[in-house]
């Protein structure tokens, strides 16, 4: 450390800018941790956290694209779950469609029964915050045929969907021409 | 595609195991990044395998699912409301109330008392939201902190019960706590469960695991444990003279601020003004602190705990990726697998999985919750059929108690860690009481809870209401009584600075473990000896788990994790 | 010749924008507005509030007028508001004369008439027949969700009115739960469409169109003001994690776990009310370098806190960074003013 | 369900003053008072 005894002022332009940059009076050993094998680390956390925030954002900002605001406030807590057999087409986990119309995940969406919603609005009594339950159901069911025509959905997905049932009238022509 | 959801699973426990054993030093939010990447490209290759280049390109969509944005946004609502309330002074009139509250009848201990229990009474989305706030209060208490009224092993205790129940306030908390994630589940039958079928029962295991936790405490970390808390003890002179308190003031914006505060919750968890998300409501109390106590926007940043935040969102991503690829199922099958070993059946399972989360500790209860209540809705009625509606709501009562109080004792940045740093300890040296109370006193206490009396409420036409508060007055005692003797007793084995001293805790452990694994399978089979038995012995192998996981010599082994082999 | 140094050196002005606290708010705030057409009414409140509340602050040190202009303008606005609001409400009570609905279909001139309506996934285009006063045939023009006009009881409301030959209520309200807003939409369109047909059917004046476009448009409703508020959530914590990520060296504050071990092992422990290494590495994560650069006179090095960071941190680390980065900043901006006085 | 929790209230009032090293009989009381005070306050935040 050759500027130990000429101490500069904070802030105050250094001449040499080869030197490390580090404050008077403070020895360079202190700035590094003696785990040395965390050093690799440094920028690997910025970029994790980075990847945490934008995965944090994009969830937040998807269905705000998509028209379908309501999504993100769901509690998922579940209580829609209460309809049970008032659910005229016996959809079970409402929950689960309302996060995949959250993040256009048309396979979690197909799965649980999201084609066969009529839209009656029975669920919309359980929820807590009677969000409009039908509204979402509907746009990610216009999400889906679109994606269905465009041909992003694996067409395993929709036989399946086809030979167990989950698909109502309203789109059942659709999911058949698309697997035809 | 079978072994994917084996292989993920394996990827995701031996990523977590290495890092609470300090293999891998980074940053929880890293590893369970890494974790999901390296879930994923797994995956990737098994999908594009099976399905084609489709199913791969859908799959960032299914591990996005992971994320719940609720309790993020509610937790990050909760912290701008904490963070305006300390830059106004909010806390400074807080003292003021203290103060005034010790003058009364209640006096100091009334007050400690209550100030520990505090953060379940306001029951708000996190424990770190109070425990940030309060933390540096309880230390002025001592005699570093300047009023020197306790002493050293009594700041301890008192410091390591409060965090205790901050950190498990997150479950009966109704707004955004993770308790919700199982009401909602138990609302398939109970059809009024989402009004807070699981909030009665936790909240009366956490007030007498704060207790035991403080009793813990006292007996035994510090006697395991003598060299691992910094804190100073007054000076005998010093002590003798009482200290002249200073007088505190508080701003007259603290008040406002303090109101605004308790009207902003009250508003989000009794809902006057119609259903309103609980975001709404703290966002604009806290605009309206800006505004009305003068405080700037940074004093809202300032309030922002970073580490749950993200630490949440990392593994909600975890979660998501490992359950696109199949995850938990395998979990579901491997815990389906361990019912048909003879001496474990389905109590013995269900003991275990009861104490999953205290085995394995995240920095957040809810990343696994958040995956795990769903396998345990499994063996209910929707699937395996092993419970029926009522023995599921008991199990989820045993179930999230546990798992809300795991960031706790969690070495990857809980709850509990604030509450070590602030009594000057090591790493790790609350983590025996905090596991202890979770496994032997609030995981039976709510499950005899959740039987006797919530079950007979929520299903009015019981008639035998009178009699089941007795019964709970009973176990309560019981179970409370049990355990004490046995801390207690261990704590008169001790001698100091003996190696013998981890041994006789392990069998605290194991026999708290098998206790209340079996009091477990009472609440859910009634008197069957073989269901009982079986339950004692899967919490006997919980146990074991969780006492062979509470750090031996805490020094050793933190210095050599935290400095490396070179120093 | 110098060029300005916008001019001179985009990318790098652009960049020293995007790392002042204040531009980024204001690009969210953009950015939450191209969203989000419906909340726009409250950013546009908001932005008020911010400027009344900071220029009311110039003016009481400075003695600047932009407090009063900001008034007269606001003062002008609700005048505008005013004047519209009036001319609106007269217009209302005259078209309730004039009503198309129920038995007012006999005002309507034969022809054929398209209409509009605002459905549940955009506009709906309606084509209305009508012969003898009785709407004889009604036609979708064009609507983005032809399913929900195809199998939600939008047929049978039709067949019910082409039945009457008027524009009636739905006789079973039960029976459109669910659909209700692709319903309105609908109604709404035959509505207007059904008004064209009307002689001299009152009309709002240009002025209180435009006016009503340009400063209220669509009031927010809830589901706006509630994903507002998870949106402010989700942009502060984006906010508090971009500060140090954007700042070179600053990085590992963000790992902070908040666990104080570090304040244990201190010398120094707590000045001005800052919890000592804790609080430096807080401070650098709001970005508030100049405030750590203070509060360094008290670090005394001993690079304690190091051993004792589960994650690494310590406060020489961080107090170095910090000072890079105000170093940084004062550089910068040095050179801002250089180019300026020459 | 209050009688439930003031009981436990008290309980837990009497362990926590006994683990603070607060051995006299006044200051049981106190903490047992207190422990009253924190367990109504609790089952007063329940749903009913």
């Given amino acids: 450390m050759s500027d130990k005894k000429e101490t500069p002022k904070i802030g105050e332009k250094r001449k040499d800018s080869n030197q490390p940059l580090i404050l008077p009076g403070i020895h360079r050993y202190q700035f590094f941790t003696n785990l040395k094998d965390r050093g690799w680390t440094i920028n690997l956390d910025r970029v994790a956290l980075f990847g945490i925030v934008a995965a944090m954002l994009s969830v937040v900002i998807k269905p705000l694209l998509r028209w379908n605001p309501a999504t993100i406030y769901c509690y998922e807590c579940r209580a829609c779950y209460a309809t049970q057999d008032r659910c005229p087409v016996g959809i079970t986990l409402q929950a689960e469609l309302v996060v995949a119309a959250r993040v256009l995940d048309y396979d979690r969406f197909i799965r649980n029964g999201g084609l066969k919603c009529i839209r009656c609005g029975n669920c919309q009594s359980y929820c807590v915050q009677y969000l409009p339950l039908p509204e979402m159901f509907s746009v990610m069911q216009q999400e889906t045929r679109r994606a269905m025509v465009n041909g992003v959905i694996p067409k395993d997905i929709l036989r399946r969907a086809l030979s167990q049932g989950l698909v109502g009238k309203e789109y059942i022509d659709d999911v058949a021409k698309t697997v035809a | 595609m079978e072994y994917l959801g084996y292989i993920n699973l394996g990827i995701f426990l031996a990523l977590m195991l290495s890092t609470l054993f300090g293999y891998i030093r980074t940053p929880v939010q890293t590893v369970l990044v890494i974790s999901t990447i390296l879930c994923l490209i797994v995956g990737a290759i098994f999908k594009y395998a099976a399905y084609g280049i489709d199913a791969v390109l859908l799959m960032p969509n299914e591990f996005l699912g992971g994320i719940i944005l609720h309790p993020i946004t509610a937790l990050l609502t909760g912290l701008f409301l904490a963070g305006g309330l300390k830059a106004s002074g909010g806390f400074d009139a807080l003292k003021v109330l203290l103060r005034f509250l010790r003058r009364s009848p209640i006096g100091l201990v009334g007050t400690l008392v209550i100030l520990i229990n505090l953060p379940v009474i306001s029951s708000l989305p996190c424990g770190r939201i109070l425990a940030a706030a309060l933390l540096p209060l309880l230390f002025t208490f001592g005699f570093e902190g300047g009023l020197g009224i306790l002493t050293k092993s009594q700041l301890i205790v008192l410091i390591g019960a409060f965090t205790r129940n901050a950190m498990g306030s997150c479950g009966p908390s109704p707004i955004g706590g993770v308790g919700q994630i199982a009401e909602g589940f138990l609302g398939s039958f109970f059809a009024t469960a989402s009004d807070g079928i699981l909030r009665a029962p936790q909240a009366f295991s956490l007030m007498l695991g704060t207790a035991v936790v403080a009793l813990f405490l006292k007996l035994i970390s510090q006697k395991i444990y003598p060299n691992d808390v910094s804190l100073r003890e007054a000076p005998d002179a010093m002590a003798a003279q009482k200290f002249a308190e200073p007088e505190i003031k508080a701003p007259i914006e603290g008040y406002l601020a303090l109101v605004i505060f308790v009207i902003s919750l009250l508003t989000a968890i009794f809902q006057p003004l119609g259903k309103m998300p609980v975001q709404s409501v703290l966002v604009a109390g806290a605009l309206l602190m800006v505004i009305v106590c003068r405080i700037r926007l940074n004093d809202l940043l300032e309030g922002i705990i970073l580490l749950p935040v993200t630490a949440m969102a990392a593994g909600f991503l975890a979660a998501g990726a490992l359950a696109a690829t199949d995850g938990f199922k395998a979990l579901g099958q491997i815990l389906n697998s361990l019912v048909g070993v003879q001496f474990l059946g389905v109590a013995g399972m269900l003991a275990i999985f009861v104490q999953f989360q205290t085995i394995l500790p995240l920095s957040c209860a809810r990343i696994l919750t958040a995956a795990l209540v769903p396998v345990l809705y499994l063996f209910g009625p929707a699937q395996f059929d092993f419970l029926n509606w009522s023995q599921l709501a008991i199990v989820m009562a045993a179930y999230i108690i546990n798992a809300t109080t795991s960031c706790g004792p969690s070495p990857l940045g809980g709850g509990g860690m604030m509450g070590e740093g602030t009594m000057r300890a090591e790493t790790g040296f609350i983590k025996g009481a905090y596991t202890f109370a979770s496994m032997a006193i609030m995981a039976p206490m709510a499950a005899i809870f959740m039987k006797f009396l919530n079950l007979s409420i929520f299903q009015p036409s019981d008639p035998r209401f009178l009699q089941d508060i007795k019964m709970i007055a009973a176990f309560a005692i019981l179970i409370a009584g049990v355990n004490i003797l046995l801390l207690v007793a261990g704590s008169k084995l001790f001698n100091k600075e003996s190696p013998n001293n981890y041994y006789i805790q392990v069998f605290g452990f194991l026999l708290g473990g098998s206790i209340s694994g079996a009091i477990l399978a009472f609440a859910v089979f009634e008197i069957d000896a073989v269901k009982i038995a079986q339950g004692a012995v899967g919490g006997f192998i919980a146990a074991a788990l969780i006492g062979f996981m509470v750090p031996r010599s805490l020094s050793k082994r933190m210095t050599s994790t935290l400095s490396g082999p070179e120093l | ?342 | 369900m209050w009688i439930v929790f003031a009981f436990v209230g008290i309980l837990s009032g009497v362990i926590i003053a006994w683990a603070l090293d607060m051995n006299s009989p006044k200051e049981i009381f106190q903490g047992a008072l207190g422990g009253l005070i924190a367990g109504i306050l609790m089952s007063a935040m329940l749903p009913h």
């Fill in chain 3, 1 to 342: 010749m110098t060029l300005p140094r916008p001019l001179r050196d985009p990318l790098g002005f652009l960049w020293s924008a995007f790392n002042i606290r204040e531009v980024r708010l204001v690009l969210y705030a953009l950015i939450v507005a191209a969203l989000f057409p419906s909340s726009r009414y409250i950013l546009f409140v908001i932005i008020g509030i911010t400027l009344a509340i900071v220029w009311f602050k110039n003016y009481r040190k400075t003695g600047s007028r932009k407090i009063l202009y900001f008034f007269g303008a606001v003062l002008l606005i609700k005048l505008g508001y005013f004047i519209s609001y009036y001319d609106v409400t007269s217009v209302d009570e005259a078209r309730i004369i004039k009503r198309p609905w129920g038995a007012g279909i006999s005002q309507v001139l034969d022809g054929k008439y398209v209409g509009e309506g605002q459905g549940f996934r955009g506009p709906i285009k309606t084509e209305v027949e009508v012969k003898n006063n009785r709407i004889v045939s009604i036609k979708t023009l064009e609507y983005s969700d032809l399913i929900s006009v195809k199998d939600n009881q939008i047929p049978v409301f039709q067949r019910e009115i082409l039945e009457k030959g008027m524009l009636v209520r739905p006789s079973e309200p039960e029976m459109f739960r669910g659909a209700t807003e692709t319903l309105t939409g609908y109604v709404n369109a035959i509505a207007s469409a059904l008004a064209k047909g009307i002689p001299d059917f009152p009309e709002y004046s240009v002025s209180s169109k435009v006016f009503l476009e340009t400063f209220f448009g669509k009031a927010p409703d809830r589901v706006t003001i509630n994903a507002l508020a998870i949106l402010f959530a989700a942009f502060m914590v984006f906010e508090y994690a971009l500060q140090s990520m954007l700042t070179p060296g600053t990085g590992r504050s963000i790992n902070c776990y908040n666990c104080a071990s570090c304040v244990g092992v201190c010398p120094v422990k707590e000045v001005e009310g800052v919890q000592m290494p804790m609080g430096l590495v807080l401070l650098t994560r709001l970005g508030d370098y100049d405030r750590v650069m203070e509060l360094s006179k008290y670090c005394v090095g001993c690079g304690r806190c190091a051993t004792k960071c589960p994650i690494g941190n310590s406060g020489p680390l961080v107090i170095s960074a910090a000072f890079q980065a105000a170093r940084q900043k004062k550089l910068e901006q040095g050179i801002g003013s250089e180019k300026e006085t020459a």
